[in-house]
Nanobody, 122 residues
Framework: VQLVESGGGLVQAGGSLRLSCAAS????????MSWYRQAPGKQRELVAA???????NYADSVKVRFTISRDNAKNTVYLQMNSLKPEDTAVYYC?????????????????WGQGTQVTVSS
């Protein structure tokens, strides 16, 4: 399973960006799709997650400002980021939990994208 992210870049504080992540490859379905971020010198943290049914959860620091959504037909997840702050600067990673066939039974596997840089200037 491959995850390809796009949409990162440089933006001024208060601006907006939209990230996309498309999953491709061999799988039965994608269950949870999430966005994580990692700032320099910090641990990777969950930003937002979305189940296949559309249930979402967010880190407290991004609630109201960020919106996660997905298109199951395209196996794509989006992250709309508004009112960006300098502290949102990080590499953003897409994560997908994919159900795949194995030799014995279907199993869930976690996959990561390569990351996309988001830089917010003050």
């Amino acid at each position: 399973v491959q995850l390809v992210e796009s949409g990162g870049g440089l933006v001024q504080a208060g601006g907006s960006l939209r990230l996309s992540c498309a999953a491709s490859g061999s799988f039965i379905r994608i269950d949870v799709m999430s966005w994580y971020r990692q700032a320099p010198g910090k641990q990777r943290e969950l930003v937002a997650a979305c189940t296949r049914g559309g249930s979402t959860n967010y880190a407290d620091s991004v609630k109201v400002r960020f919106t996660i959504s997905r298109d199951n037909a395209k196996n794509t997840v989006y992250l709309q980021m508004n009112s960006l702050k300098p502290e949102d600067t990080a590499v953003y990673y897409c994560n997908a939990n994919a159900l795949r066939y194995t030799r014995t039974q279907p199993e869930s596997f976690d996959y990561w994208g390569q990351g996309t840089q988001v830089t917010v200037s003050s």
